[in-house]
């Protein structure tokens, strides 16, 4: 079995394990995003999809109505559910606490 060269990602994250420990550190420092990262990249996720679904709500409930579509409605209706989302995240997690 022919054997691979290491990259840098490789050598960082094996290095300690050939020195007989594992270093959380170099492995939390490299390879796990920051708390706010994830926090920042839910946000915009919920964001996106909101907006996506609103729209595409709004769109099915006009064309079943026989409405023209109104691109304005359909967004702001996506805001507000955006909002609500994000209210009620934040009800929950201070709730579990």
Do not use: C, H
Request: aromatic share 10%.
């Amino acid at each position: 079995m022919k054997k691979r060269a290491f990259t840098n990602i490789d050598k960082n994250f094996y290095l300690p394990v050939i020195f007989g420990k594992i270093n959380e550190d170099i492995i939390r420092r490299n390879y796990l995003p920051e708390e706010n990262e994830v926090e920042r990249m839910r946000i915009i996720m919920t964001l996106i999809w909101a907006l996506l679904i609103g729209v595409a709500l709004a769109y099915v409930l006009s064309s079943m109505g026989g409405e023209p579509f109104n691109v304005t409605q359909s967004i702001v209706f996506s805001a507000s559910t955006f909002i609500a989302i994000i209210l009620l995240d934040g009800v929950l997690r201070v709730s579990e606490r």
